[in-house]
């Protein structure tokens, strides 16, 4: 069972939203504890997704790269299906991240392309490492345990492969990953 918080909504938009999620056997509308949560807004306070995998609804491709840039794990648009957000939420459970495909062109498109890979400082091992795991959506804690390093510097080595890819978010650093072949998904 995956255990889902709804964050923004209230009265019938928020009824709506857990009588679409009713529909799927293995979710669970929670308030405390969740393994994902759906933003309704993206200046959401964040301490109500700390630590949570979550994914914002929004209007159009700005606002998907602002939310992504924010932290956000999954960008849908406002109309998404029932069974497109079950299948999103089901993703972020399990670690992956989710771009709706109207947004990915857009997104793709505002990265900057460079012009030739030895633009680019190289990466470390261990840089190369954390890209790995960064693509895999983990968090900071996440990759500071799977590589038994301190949180700190887990942050200091996603910011260091951030800052060599050019990148202004950990979105950016995977896709200039993938665009340079440092990494596959």
């Known amino acids: 069972m995956i255990r889902v918080a709804l964050i923004g909504p209230t009265g019938l938009a928020r009824t709506g939203m857990e009588a679409l999620l009713a529909r799927a056997d293995d979710l669970e509308i929670v308030s405390d504890g969740p393994d994902v949560a759906i933003v309704f807004h ?36 406002q109309n998404t299906t029932a069974e497109e957000l079950a299948a999103a939420i089901r993703a972020l459970a399990s670690g992956l991240t989710v771009i709706a495909p109207e947004f990915v062109t857009a997104l793709l498109s505002a990265t900057p392309a460079r012009q030739s890979n030895h633009e680019t400082e190289a990466l470390t091992p261990r840089e190369l490492e954390v890209l790995r795991l960064l693509g895999r959506g983990l968090s900071n804690k996440e990759i500071a345990a799977r590589l038994a390093i301190s949180d700190h510097t887990a942050k200091f080595h996603v910011a260091s492969v951030m800052s060599k890819l050019g990148a202004g978010s950990r979105t950016e650093a995977v896709t200039e990953g993938l665009r340079q072949g440092l990494i596959l998904l």
């Open 42 to 77: 993206r200046d959401a306070d964040d301490s109500e997704t700390e630590g949570t995998p979550y994914l914002v609804l929004v209007e159009d491709a700005d606002s998907a790269a602002g939310a992504l840039r924010d932290g956000a794990r999954g960008v849908l648009p």
